[in-house]
Each structure stands twice: as C-alpha cells, then as structure tokens.
C-alpha cells in the first residue's frame, strides 16, 4: 500500500479506510496538530501521533471496554498490517506504541490476545521477555 508515502501518511491512510467509523478522530487529530504549530504551516502529523491518539485512544482501547469484537479484529488486522508493511520505522513504532503498551499493562494484553494474529504474536513473544508476566501461559 503506497510505497512512496511517508510513514505517516501510511498510517494514516490504513486507519482512514479501514475504520471509516472513526476518521472524525483522525480528522480533529489533525485540527488539533494543525493549532498547536499555529494554523496555515504545511504539517504531517507523526504517525506515532496516528497510532497514540488516533488507535490506541480512541479505538483499539475503547472497543476492549466495551468488547466491541467487530472493530478488534480490524484493529488486529491492522495491526497485522503494520507489522507486515516492510518498514522497519513502522514496525519499531508498532512494537513502542503497541506492542509495550499492551505487555505494559498485561489485563489489556488479555483482553486482545484472542484477537492477535501471527505478527503480532511473534513480537509479543520476541519483547515479553522485558516484562514480567508469561504473555502466552501455558494451556491458555
């Protein structure tokens, strides 16, 4: 998907189609960005910001508050996405802002585990070793 983009705009772009539910909060993100370095200046918001403020925030979180199962398994896809996308810059943010949160807070980590998919699962294994829980115990 768009390999003469930025980061950014990938991540931002991936977010935008596939939760078209959502791009009012990918849209204010960008108001509020676009205020803070005051007004008409060309920006891009970071894709760390996409990922922070934009899915952790406001979907991927939420919709494990209210087990919302139809936007976790696009939100693993994303992730999945992500983590398959060849950019090494997107797959150390998927791993920061992610994958660190999620282990971070291991009842988060449990409560989307059932969604991961392969990718996602192989970093949890490759960075748990940092934390202190077994994020894949036995028999679970």
């Known amino acids: ?44 918001v970071g894709s ?10 406001k979907i991927l979180l939420p919709s494990l508050g209210s087990r919302d199962t139809a936007t976790l398994m696009k939100a693993s896809q994303t992730v999945e996405d992500l983590l398959e996308c060849g950019r090494d810059s997107v797959v150390e943010m998927v791993n920061i802002r992610i994958v660190d949160y999620l282990l971070g807070f291991p009842e988060r980590w449990f409560e989307f585990r059932e969604f991961v998919g392969p990718n996602l699962a192989e970093q ?6 940092y934390f202190n829980f077994n994020p894949f115990p036995e028999g679970s």
């Open 1 to 44: 998907m768009l390999e003469n983009t930025s980061d950014s705009l990938y991540v931002r772009l991936l977010i935008w189609d596939r939760f078209p539910e959502f791009r009012g909060i990918v849209l204010e993100l960008e108001k509020d960005e676009r205020e803070l370095i005051g007004g008409n200046q060309e920006f891009e």
């Open 48 to 57: 760390y910001s996409y990922i922070s403020e934009a899915f952790m925030d």
């Open 124 to 129: 949890v294994s490759l960075r748990g070793i």
